[in-house]
């Protein structure tokens, strides 16, 4: 073997960079069509809007998981790595910068504001782009593409003129969701819809020909009172049949307006008569068109009432809701006010009350586009969606399809192919985001398409399911007539404590500036694939990175383990020892080797369920318990270290199999192993690197010999449970007997020669015996700890007990005290504020050891009291 300084720990802060430029290098992660199977991943292009957040480094992991392991297994991997402009969200951030510096955007003017745009893109596209990277991301980084290009301004700009000339596309004056704040229309699915208590005001409106009478109206909007254009009714509400085409006098515009009838209004809801304002509400303008009613526009794109407002022009909705409110109480107009629940709209990304407004708007046919999409997504399994429930979301979606708003009052993004002058001055629109995003599939492969497309994988949060994915669904088929993807998966959402989404613009994400030096990417990547089980959102805790690092470690230390292998040397003595030791060799790698096929054939399906956490947890469970715990143990003892070159080659091919498959997990450690991973003559160093290897292909299982070895495993764990919790020190050897436990008539399965060795080694026993059929050891004596596995039942002889009954209930003393100083240290505020993560960790960290100290001493307690008593 050829020496090499090995560290105690892997230093990934050192070595992951060194890894990833080496990768990237190479090109090992570019791709060009050729004779291969193409798979084929589109990243969902981050905003640029700031840094990532934990939910970007879930979506990405598990992404780069899936490329790595179809690179293993021989496809012509292509991850395409995309940033998004972001229209709204990334002018929002510049226009608050530029008024923290007392400018706006009118006053520095469209180019200098593009050029300050760029600069921003230019800045945090190098923060998510390293980001990425750090992380481990294999895209192919020469396909990198901008949402803004040139080249797909171009293709948006054809999609548009193509729309608009098939007759797709019209310019509408209309009802619109506005954001004040933003300045800018937003689509319905751009708006989020939260669950809040607010009142509803109970106003009289004084019937014209007798001002003694009125009609209650139940309003949540007092504000808009001055737009009022009728007061409307249900046509069989018997309360106000007789005043149905009367007029009422408007408080305070003391305006006169028309009550009518329509089916809309909901008899049971406040006083069963409601205000019809038609400029401010989508419904009420739907009704207005109905009846022929007048549309007076009473908000401006402030959020401030207007002329028509009289009295109260200029003032915001919410200031004009509180003074017209106290103007109606001093005028006896207010009868009263009830609260009640309600979902409140709010624009997405300014997190601003969205104000409904009139508006010249380009909008998109959805009906006439969707026809071939909604045909093709309810066939069985056309686009495989995971998790299945996807599906009636995706129904629903379609059931309930508006025209799509695609203009925005913006001038950062897509501009709309028309421009034209107001007020000397010239308007500029873009388009919606998402009208470029919804192309994208087409547009980053639009010469090589044939080999590219459909696109293998897309996974993504369900968040975006309504914004993008159904739209690149809805663009695929009729554009192309062809489905974009052949598979999508949903991964869960990252929440914070509170259980809110992770997101840049509520800051609610740790920094990964810190997480990514307290703990590198292997074990972050690791934390947060245990912490997501497939399609289910997760609230995030920064204790799984510790699990991570736990699992890096093991390899490590395996690795460290391997490495002290050494070659036997050509004597008698040695020769004497291969004879002994070849065939309880030759038997316990034949059934790890069976166990670790067996493994594969499980992984390989569990990957196509894209079962990601279950896939990690499973093949490091093996890798701790079978291969470290059981075989690499064994090989240990009983060779003392010292191996045929035969053996240790098995040993060695069968180390580098199980890097091949953590490594789409556990990419850099994997790397730096298998790059140092070789012996005498560099037999087994390929220059070739890991990422680029060969995924092992299933083979056929020796059931027996696995169920064989399952046995062992569980006796041996029965073994060190009993030493634990009785303080048998693994000097002392033992005596195990075995019988059936249910069916006496039935001969119990022999332990063989072989395995009573590798038990007698592992187990550190005097002997294991197959006690006669119809001889049972007394369970009820205290001479015997039993244990039962299936239909065999266990004796262990108990040695002699020395237990110090006086020392446990010493120590269990001493760690309550631990823990109770632990816990008041996680508690104090200033502590959390001002120590280091890292100490804080460390704090976590000893109260879970306490905790588990703790436990074992109280069950070990227990234990003893019994044994003692029998």
Known sequence: MNSIQIEKEYNFNKNDKIIYNYWEKNQYFNSLPDNRLSYVVIMPPPNITGVLHMGHILNNTIQDVLTRKARLEGFNTCWVPGLDHASIATEHKLITELKQKGISKEKIGLKRFFKLATKWKIKYSKTIIKQLKQIGCSCDWQR??????????????????????????????????????????????EIQY??????????????????????????????????????????????????????????????????????????????????????????????????????????????????????????????????????????????????????????????????????????????LLVKKALHNIHKKDIIKLYPKKIKNKIKDWFLNLKDWNISRQLWWGHRIPECYKTDKKVKVEVLDTWFSAWIWPIVIFKNELQYYYPITELVTGDDILFFWVIRMIIAGFFFLQKKPFKNIYFNGIVKDSNRLKMSKSLGNSPNLKKIFNLYGADSIRCGILIMAPIGKDMVFNPDTFLIGNKIKNKIWNAFKLILTFHLTHKNKKNKKTKRENLEINNYMFS??????????????????????????????????????????????????????????????????????????????????????????????????PLLIQKWPTEKKLNINLLNEFKRINKILLQIRKFRSIYQISNKIKLLVFCNNNKYQDQPIQPIQPIQQKILILLGNLKTIKLLKQNKNKNNKSNKYYTFILADEIYFIKRPKARFDLKQIKHELSYYNNYLDKIILTLTNSSFLKQAPQKIINLEKQKKRYCLNKIKLLKFKLTSIKLYNKN
Request: proline share 2%; aromatic share 14%; charged share 25%.
């Open 591 to 688: 059934g790890i080797k069976n166990k670790f096929y067996l493994l594969v054939k499980l992984i390989n399906k569990l990957f196509k369920k894209y079962k990601l956490s279950k896939v990690l947890i499973i093949i490091y469970n093996f890798f701790k318990k079978d291969f470290c715990s059981l075989f690499l143990e064994s090989t240990k003892r009983i060779n003392y270290y010292k191996l045929t070159y035969s053996f240790l080659k098995k040993i060695y091919k069968l180390f580098r199999n199980l890097l091949i498959i953590l490594h789409p997990f556990i990419p850099f450690i994997t790397e730096y192993i298998w790059s140092l991973l070789k012996i005498k003559n560099n037999i087994f160093h390929n220059k070739k």
């Open 144 to 189: 990198l593409k901008f949402s803004l290009d040139d080249n797909f301004s171009k293709s948006v700009n054809k999609i548009f003129i193509k729309l608009y000339k098939d007759g797709y596309l019209y310019k509408n004056y209309g009802i619109v969701n506005w954001d004040t704040k933003t300045q800018t229309a937003l689509s319905n699915e």
């Open 194 to 367: 939260k669950r809040c208590r607010v009142k509803l005001y109970y106003i009289k409106y004084k019937l014209k020909t007798d001002n003694k009478k009125y009609i209650l109206v139940a309003t949540r909007r007092p504000e808009t009172i001055f737009a009022d254009t009728a007061l409307c009714v249900n046509p069989t509400d018997k309360r106000y049949l007789k005043y149905i085409n009367k007029k009422v006098i408007v408080p305070i515009s003391a305006k006169e307006i028309p009550i009518i009838a329509d089916n809309y209004v909901d008899k049971q809801f406040g006083s069963g008569c409601v205000k019809i304002t038609p400029a401010h509400d989508y419904n009420d303008k739907l009704i207005a068109e109905r009846h022929n009613l007048e549309i007076i526009n009473l908000i401006d794109k402030n959020g401030k009432l207007n002329k028509s407002g009289l009295d109260f022009a200029g003032k915001s909705v919410t200031n004009a809701r509180r003074q017209i409110i106290d103007f109606l109480t001093t005028n006896k107009s207010l009868v009263k006010i009830k609260e009640y629940n309600s979902q409140i709209g709010y624009s997405e990304r300014s997190n601003t009350e969205v104000e409904q407004l009139l508006s010249y708007q380009w909008v998109v046919k959805m009906k």
